[in-house]
């Protein structure tokens, strides 16, 4: 006698937005689990901040730079090995921060931003290949919605073991949640799809594919409009954090701030129908101004800390709404036969939003006091709140 599993467990099992959004999920508690570790072993290992911050520079740019040869592997040995390759250097990273050495710190950091740029390119060109553009509003909001329980504890999971139980139980969490996502990734044999040619031209040639990118319209406005969504969840996770202890919140306050806002994740699906009644542009326009509101509101309100926290969690949700949808001008404006290439330029934005920011503030903090931070995001958050008004009305 053979047993059927349920139509939602066969969905599981071959490609598809729930397929996807368990892959996104897996590969968010590796990436979570050592995101607050990291920091710290580096701070143990070089003595200061200012070494910290500078390690942080070197590896980013390194990984962007790295990020480069994507496209190629594409289209040598197709998405399926780009994707297997993130995934295996996931599971290779913290095994290099057990060295307990300089040197494989640094590697691993370098390593993780590179396999968090094959692994997005990987989902988003598989995202284009087997699921229908008028899908996306649904398909995205799933995404962020199965990865917030990764991200809203994962983080602190990853400290609680590492000092409970010790670092090997960070690094072994996060190595065994790569390996499950690289075995669920081959079982699911997923090929390239039928929406993603693979005998087009090779380019690898970055600042073509750079030039090439910029000269389309649609193309540059979705990058943007990642980027500043993307920047206010590298603002929060950075400054969030400086601003409560700043105003004499506790660490474990702290801790619980930061995940109530991240757990705003949890909201994504009743974003993604806000999104679906309004329509993408609507839905980008409204929640980039609420956004910029909220997070003015926290300068606004520096001084009373009730309030602020407030402000950061209002902010948080319109982060939320923005995540449900922003990614869909992208998926939806992309030529199949330049998804290579191009989703590489695209997926750039997530690398540049943690690097270009801090170099901002850091000169900011120069001369003005943290005001100037939240008040900076907050501007740029209404630029490009004007900016998707140029989002197509039929999206």
């Not at 289209?75 to 996931?90: F, T």
């Not at 989902?123 to 917030?148: C, G, H, W």
């Not at 073991?161 to 997923?190: E, H, I, N, Q």
């Not at 300068?299 to 922003?326: I, K, M, Y």
Request: hydrophobic letters at 55%.
């Amino acid at each position: 006698m053979t047993f059927a599993a349920p139509a939602w467990i066969r969905e599981f099992g071959k490609p598809g937005a729930a397929t996807f959004a368990l892959m996104f999920a897996i590969d968010s508690l590796a990436r979570a689990s050592l995101t607050t570790v990291i920091p710290l072993v580096a701070l143990r290992t070089l003595g200061n901040a200012r070494d910290v911050s500078l390690l942080y520079t070197v590896t980013g740019w390194t990984a962007v730079a790295v990020s480069f040869v994507i496209p190629w592997i594409v289209r040598r040995y197709r998405p399926r090995r780009l994707y297997s390759l993130g995934a295996a250097i996931l599971v290779v990273a913290p095994l290099l921060l057990a060295t307990q050495t300089l040197w494989g710190l640094a590697a691993a950091m370098a390593l993780r931003a590179f396999a968090a740029a094959c692994l997005l390119n990987g989902l988003n060109l598989y995202t284009m290949a087997y699921i229908k553009k008028q899908d996306f509003v649904r398909s995205e909001p799933l995404r962020a919605f199965f990865a917030a329980a990764c991200w809203a504890f994962g983080p602190s999971l990853g400290i609680i073991l590492y000092d409970r139980v010790g670092p090997w139980a960070t690094y072994l969490l996060s190595s065994s949640s790569a390996v499950l996502l690289l075995v669920y990734f081959r079982r699911m044999r997923a090929e390239h799809g039928p929406a993603l040619p693979m005998n087009a031209r090779i380019s690898t040639n970055p600042i073509a594919n750079i030039r090439r990118y910029v000269s389309q319209p649609r193309l540059r406005l979705a990058w943007v409009l990642s980027f500043g969504r993307e920047v206010w969840w590298s603002t929060f996770y950075v400054y969030g954090p400086v601003y409560l202890v700043a105003v004499g919140r506790s660490d474990t306050a702290v801790a619980l701030v930061m995940t109530a806002c991240t757990a705003m994740l949890f909201a994504s699906p009743l974003m993604g129908w806000v999104g679906r009644q309004l329509g993408a542009r609507r839905h980008l326009i409204a929640a980039f101004l609420a956004g910029a509101t909220a997070t003015l509101g926290v300068a606004v309100f520096f001084d009373f800390p009730w309030w602020a926290t407030l402000c950061l969690g209002a902010s948080a949700l319109a982060a939320v709404a923005l995540d449900s949808v922003v990614s869909v001008p992208f998926l939806r404006a992309v030529k199949a036969r330049e998804r290579p290439e191009m989703t590489m330029v695209f997926s750039m934005y997530r690398d540049l939003a943690g690097l270009l920011p801090p170099m901002l503030f850091s000169l900011l903090l120069t001369f003005f006091d943290l005001h100037s931070v939240f008040i900076s995001v907050g501007i740029f958050m209404i630029y490009c709140a004007w900016l998707a008004r140029w989002v197509p009305r039929g999206m």
